[in-house]
């Protein structure tokens, strides 16, 4: 048995950072609208300059959430990875998954019981998977997932903090950290955090959460992020400008 290496899609990421300063993904959320108007949303953003599609939320109660994924990777140009809530969102069709670990709390459940029942399921499929630990930072108000998870977010203002939790995750092998807000947040992460993670560990590292405005993307890409997620604002706004103006603020092309 050999160790699991980095996958197509992963392999396909990084070399995209080559050309472009940061990547563009679109989180969908299978919940926030009906089938067709998610899959829509996401072959514009495929068409308009995003580099990845998530899917995924803090709990999917969709029962068309295995459907949404096929008709996306169906049609999308772009790689559909899965960044589920738990274990119960793994499901066949999409290119890879963010096997992600809560690092940034202490609840055993999304430490590793998640990971666990979902583990075999993910090598079952022959799913590639993107080790990843996910550090939820406090950003002005409860979010879902910080109630879901039923953990304390990181303080933003001790972005000290931030990078020990992304160090041990270099350490522990994992590849990429995703330095998240929650979706909807009120304020994003600091670009001074993103900052100091970034020099500590050589992790790629996903920002998101709260961010509304290319403004704001390519600030945190600047302080370096290597990929920038936007979910919230396309649910409401499915405007193909949009996605162009947020793709050319990340990409720094
Ligand atoms: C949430 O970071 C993502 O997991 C995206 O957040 O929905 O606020 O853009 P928004």
Redesign the pocket.
Do not use: K
């Given at each position: 048995m050999t160790a699991i290496q980095t996958g197509k899609t992963e392999t396909a990421l990084v070399e995209a950072l080559k050309t472009r300063k940061a990547l563009f993904f679109v989180?969908l959320?299978p919940d926030s609208g009906s089938p067709d108007s998610v899959v829509e949303a996401g072959l514009l953003a495929a068409r308009h300059g995003a580099d990845a599609l998530?899917l995924g939320?803090s709990f999917v109660g969709n029962p068309y959430f295995t459907k949404i994924a096929t008709e996306i990777k169906k049609q999308a140009q772009i790689p559909l990875i899965l960044?589920p809530g738990g274990a119960s969102q793994v499901i066949p069709g999409p290119d890879a998954i963010l096997f992600t670990t809560l690092l940034s709390g202490r609840n055993p459940q999304y430490l590793v019981d998640e990971q666990v029942k979902g583990a075999l399921l993910v090598k079952g499929l022959g799913m590639e998977a993107i080790p990843t630990a996910y550090l939820l930072v406090e950003s002005g108000r409860m979010t879902a997932?910080e109630y879901i998870s039923n953990t304390k977010p990181l303080p933003s203002d001790k972005p000290g903090i931030a990078a020990a939790h992304a160090v041990a995750a270099e350490l522990l092998g994992l590849r990429w950290a995703?330095l998240?807000?929650?979706?909807?947040?009120l304020n994003?992460v600091p670009p001074e955090m993103v900052g100091v993670v970034r020099k500590a560990s050589s992790l790629k590292l996903?920002?998101?959460?709260?961010?509304?405005t290319p403004a704001q993307a390519r600030e945190r890409v600047l302080a370096g992020a290597d990929a920038i997620?936007?979910?919230?604002?396309?649910?409401k706004e499915k405007d193909p400008t949009l996605f162009a103006e947020f793709a050319a603020a990340v990409h720094l092309t």
């Open positions: 989180l959320d998530l939320g960044f997932v995703y998240e807000a929650g979706s909807g947040a994003p996903i920002v998101g959460g709260g961010i509304r997620v936007i979910g919230n604002l396309f649910e």
